[in-house]
């Protein structure tokens, strides 16, 4: 049985987790999973995920690592506005989030991606990743019909961030640029909203199997790609 609290390293820390989970909130106001290991904890939050069996559209969630000032063992998910809630009232007064009393249901955090065996295979500029991103939301807000429900709101942004995004740098590759494992260009909306691009910075892309990682400095994007591709 876990604890009912963490104890975050520092007063940094419990702002940038609640930065994170305050931009989280902005894509999709649902949940978070948490998992402790020791000093480390991971937050994971969604960004695009199928919401129907055998719906051709791939997982992407976010990936924030904070430090703890003690070891913890925790694996559970959280609606992210008790996150915030308890987060906003520590202010810089305390490090110990208070977990919330009940968990919630979130269909995308079974989907575990693996912790070993990455493969660097790419590289993206930071600036090219928040161009792909703009360029998104620009086509999500041009899709959508006045007072748009949920629906036709999930059906838009699973089309268009679906889509694969621009062409990256090969590592050693003497051609230059090219396609990087079928990207989609959700994975760079996420990595621009969730505040993971610095300027002037770059993001590497890693393969495992059918998951890909872009991790910068600031964080990482996870994507599981939809059965369709042909991966495995």
């Avoid at 838009?156 to 079928?182: F, K, L, M």
């Amino acid at each position: 049985m876990h604890s009912d609290h963490l104890a975050l390293a520092d007063a940094e820390s419990v702002a940038d987790l609640h930065t994170f989970l305050t931009r989280a909130r902005a894509i999709e106001d649902g949940s978070a999973r948490l998992e402790a290991a020791g000093t480390a904890l991971g937050v994971y939050v969604p960004v695009l995920y199928p919401e129907a069996l055998g719906a051709t559209v791939p997982t992407i969630l976010g990936l924030r690592v904070a430090r703890l000032a003690e070891p913890a063992d925790l694996a559970a998910v959280y609606g992210l506005g008790a996150l915030t809630d308890r987060l906003a009232r520590m202010g810089g007064a305390s490090t110990e989030l208070s977990l919330p009393p009940v968990e919630a249901f979130a269909p995308w955090a079974g989907v575990a991606p693996p912790r070993r065996g990455w493969e660097r295979i790419a590289e993206y500029d930071d600036a090219l990743l928040r161009s792909v991103a703009e360029e998104g939301m620009r086509a999500v807000a041009g899709a959508l019909p006045e007072n748009a429900g949920k629906p036709v709101l999930a059906t838009v942004r699973s089309r268009i961030w679906s889509t694969p995004a621009a062409r990256a740098s090969v590592p050693g590759d003497p051609a230059g640029p090219a396609p990087a494992a079928e990207l989609p260009a959700g994975a760079a909306f996420a990595a621009h909203a969730l505040g993971f691009l610095a300027p002037g910075g770059a993001s590497a892309l890693f393969s495992a199997g059918r998951w890909l990682r872009l991790s910068s400095a600031h964080g990482h994007v996870l994507v599981r790609l939809a059965s369709s591709t042909g991966s495995k």
